[in-house]
């Protein structure tokens, strides 16, 4: 019950802390707990998150499939914002293999932008 309590408490602390809003990352674990930080790093599959707690802040690396997909998800478009038409057309790809359905469409549609009024848009 305690550590229950604890963890209710750090949680709730840490979406207190004094965070960049346009950097902080929402995101729900597979366990159901949610993380809330800055993206640090991406490297493969590790994650490297640096979030506040009780005034300070830690590092945290958890693997990417600790991650449910649209957190996951989120975890590599903060990585790697896409700006190229294959860029977003392969986060397209990545939702939809997610079951991210809305994302995916979303993500197409961006691709699409990206060479609307070139020669090439008929192809794409």
């Given at each position: 019950?305690?550590?229950?309590?604890?963890?209710?408490?750090l949680?709730?602390?840490?979406l207190?802390?004094p965070q960049?809003?346009?950097?902080?990352?929402?995101?729900?674990?597979?366990n159901?707990?949610?993380?809330s930080?800055?993206?640090v790093?991406?490297?493969?599959d590790?994650v490297?998150?640096?979030?506040?707690?009780l005034?300070?802040?830690?590092?945290?690396?958890?693997?990417l499939s600790e991650?449910?997909?649209?957190s996951?998800y989120?975890v590599r478009?903060a990585a790697n914002?896409?700006s190229?038409?294959?860029?977003h057309?392969k986060m397209?790809?990545?939702?939809a293999?997610?079951?991210?359905?809305t994302?995916?469409?979303?993500?197409a549609r961006?691709?699409?932008?990206?060479?609307?009024?070139?020669p090439?848009?008929?192809?794409?």
């Amino acid at each position: 019950m305690s550590t229950v309590l604890l963890s209710s408490l750090l949680s709730s602390i840490v979406l207190l802390a004094p965070q960049d809003p346009d950097k902080t990352l929402y995101l729900r674990m597979n366990n159901g707990q949610v993380v809330s930080g800055q993206l640090v790093a991406l490297d493969g599959d590790m994650v490297r998150l640096k979030v506040h707690v009780l005034g300070g802040s830690m590092d945290i690396e958890r693997n990417l499939s600790e991650f449910q997909p649209a957190s996951a998800y989120r975890v590599r478009m903060a990585a790697n914002p896409p700006s190229s038409f294959d860029s977003h057309f392969k986060m397209a790809q990545q939702a939809a293999d997610s079951g991210l359905l809305t994302q995916a469409g979303n993500e197409a549609r961006a691709a699409l932008k990206t060479v609307q009024g070139t020669p090439e848009f008929a192809a794409k």
